[in-house]
């Protein structure tokens, strides 16, 4: 970046020096025709007063080193008094090469610039000044450009470098903290440089991203132990259930009790992992693209349906308020598989006789769904973990189940941008969708 600016300010400078030549070139040369034709006239003026030639041998002789020429010549063109070879062929200005100019010194000059005019009695009279002062200036300016402009790119090349150096230095601070905090040296969140730069921006971009990787960290971690501990017990019960029935008889056939039994432990042990791999494909944000118009009014209607002699057969109440024309952009299947695990978690952790309730209202354009049970509920404490893969309470160590329910749930909110809240029903639990305000619309019929 550094070279590129000072590449950059070369060819400014570069530049700049062109239109500054350019505009002094004109001007020294106007000047210089000036000077030229106010002598004209005064040589004209001798010239009356017969005193002309010499006039021009005290002017020859004054620039004896060059750079003022004279020439004056009769009609024919010989000449009678000068110092150049050129001879005029009309009346006005003239620019020419440099050439018979009296004297050695002819400098850096060029070109002659020659003002003509005819006498009264038919003679030529030329007077002329070369370029050398045009051409010497700009050779000054030049020399003083290019030291202006070595010191300024040497200038911009340092303080390019330094405050690179300095933005690198920060980024690599940031780089090293980020490390410590993947290697558990230091605790998030990384602080940047407090000026609201870019540097913050990407500090809280690193922050948000090692967050995330935390929590999948933490959370590969606790499926890891998790399914040690809970596919050990019914693995455990296999082995010793087979191995008892080969000793009770052996050589003979396991008997049928035995195969079923087994048969529903590995069944059981199969919905265990793919409830974990839907648990990941949802938070891998991979269905979004299957997003879609939902009529949730009409999801929530069809779920409590479809629940609601379940929980008759079980002995529960069940109600539901739903209200009309809610649309949700999301993927179906899921929001009515995160409904479903909600209702069967009031249905399995409450004991008969108990209420549930499934509520969806659209007040002013906010929308909001909940589950409401008056079972034990879940202490505030505890709200965080259940949502947690394989956490179970205590109460429900008895209950069928991996304790992934509430994870699916957790991750279809995520997915859609649902805010789930768990609450106190005193007593029971509350479960509260918060639906977000994009892409919902109230349809009026």
């Known amino acids: 970046m550094a070279l590129w600016q000072a590449g950059l300010f070369a060819l400014l400078v570069s530049i700049l020096l062109g239109i500054v030549w350019q505009q002094i070139n004109r001007y020294t040369e106007g000047e210089l025709r000036d000077q030229v034709a106010s002598e004209m006239l005064s040589l004209r003026t001798a010239d009356l007063d017969r005193k002309l030639r010499l006039q021009l041998q005290q002017q020859m002789a004054g620039h004896a080193g060059g750079s003022a020429y004279y020439l004056l010549s009769d009609a024919s063109g010989h000449l009678i008094i000068g110092n150049l070879h050129y001879r005029p062929r009309a009346v006005g200005w003239h620019v020419v090469p440099l050439q018979g100019a009296i004297g050695k010194d002819r400098g850096d000059a060029d070109q002659v610039h020659l003002l003509v005019t005819h006498l009264p009695d038919g003679r030529w009279l030329v007077l002329g000044r070369d370029n050398r002062s045009v051409i010497e200036l700009g050779e000054m300016l030049t020399h003083a450009f290019i030291e202006l402009g070595l010191f300024a790119i040497t200038l911009v090349l340092l ?12 980024v690599d601070a940031l780089g090293v903290s980020a490390e410590r905090i993947l290697e558990g040296e230091r605790e998030l969140p990384l602080s940047g440089s407090g000026r609201g730069d870019e540097i913050d921006r ?244």
């Open 159 to 170: 303080s390019g470098s330094l405050v690179s150096w300095r933005y690198l230095h920060r």
């Open 202 to 445: 990407l500090a809280t971009r690193f922050n948000r991203m090692l967050q995330r990787m935390r929590v999948l960290m933490e959370g590969m971690r606790q499926v890891s132990n998790n399914i040690a501990h809970d596919l050990r017990t019914p693995l455990s019960m296999m082995r010793q259930r087979l191995e008892t029935s080969l000793l009770e008889a052996p050589g003979k056939t396991v008997p049928a009790s035995v195969v079923h039994q087994t048969i529903a432990d590995v069944d059981s042990i199969q919905a265990t992992f793919r409830a974990l791999l839907r648990i990941a494909d949802v938070e891998a944000r991979q269905r979004r693209s299957g997003f879609e118009q939902v009529d949730l009014s009409a999801l929530f209607e069809h779920v409590a349906e479809t629940y609601r002699p379940v929980a008759e057969d079980s002995d529960h109440l069940f109600h539901a308020e739903i209200a009309g024309g809610v649309h949700l952009h999301g993927d179906r299947a899921l929001l009515a598989q995160m409904l479903a695990n909600l209702i069967e978690n009031a249905l399995h952790h409450t004991p008969a006789g108990s209420s549930i309730s499934v509520r969806l209202r659209n007040q002013h354009g906010i929308v909001t769904g909940r589950i409401v049970d008056n079972g034990a509920g879940i202490p505030a404490q505890a709200r965080d973990d259940v949502l947690k893969r394989f956490v179970r309470m205590d109460s429900s160590r008895s209950a069928p189940g991996a304790g992934l329910g509430l994870s699916l749930v957790a991750a279809v909110c995520d997915l859609h941008g649902i805010k789930l809240v768990l609450g106190d029903a005193r007593p029971g639990l509350i479960v509260d969708l918060h639906f977000p305000t994009p892409g919902l619309h109230r349809i009026e019929h």
